[in-house]
């Protein structure tokens, strides 16, 4: 099973990006997925996730900016982030996990510039 993350970059504040995390293997329709992120000197936060069901939740500093979506016919989620702030500048990762397995991508850069 692999991870693919991309469509992280440098974007100006107030601009947008869609990430996306792509899934290999036959586990990602029967998952969540999760979306956390990783400042330089801060510990990983859980960002966003979508159950399989296409259930939602997201942190409490990104509600109404950032959301997330999967299409199961591509094995692929997607976390689409707008009015970007320098403070969600981090390193954004996807996973995947069950009981036996806990499956990350390598992880996209995103830098919002103020």
């Known amino acids: 099973v692999q991870l693919v993350e991309s469509g992280g970059g440098l974007v100006q504040a107030g601009g947008s990006l869609r990430l996306s995390c792509a899934v290999s293997g036959s586990i990602f329709s029967i998952n969540a997925v999760d979306w956390y992120r990783q400042a330089p000197g801060k510990e990983r936060e859980l960002v966003a996730a979508i159950t399989s069901g296409g259930s939602n939740y997201y942190t409490d500093s990104v509600k109404g900016r950032f959301t997330v979506s999967r299409d199961n016919a591509k094995n692929t989620a997607y976390l689409q982030m707008n009015t970007l702030k320098p403070e969600d500048s981090a390193v954004y990762y996807c996973?995947?996990?069950?009981?036996?397995?806990?499956?990350w991508g390598q992880g996209t850069q995103v830098t919002v510039s103020s």
């Open positions: 996973n995947v996990k069950g009981r036996f397995y806990n499956y």
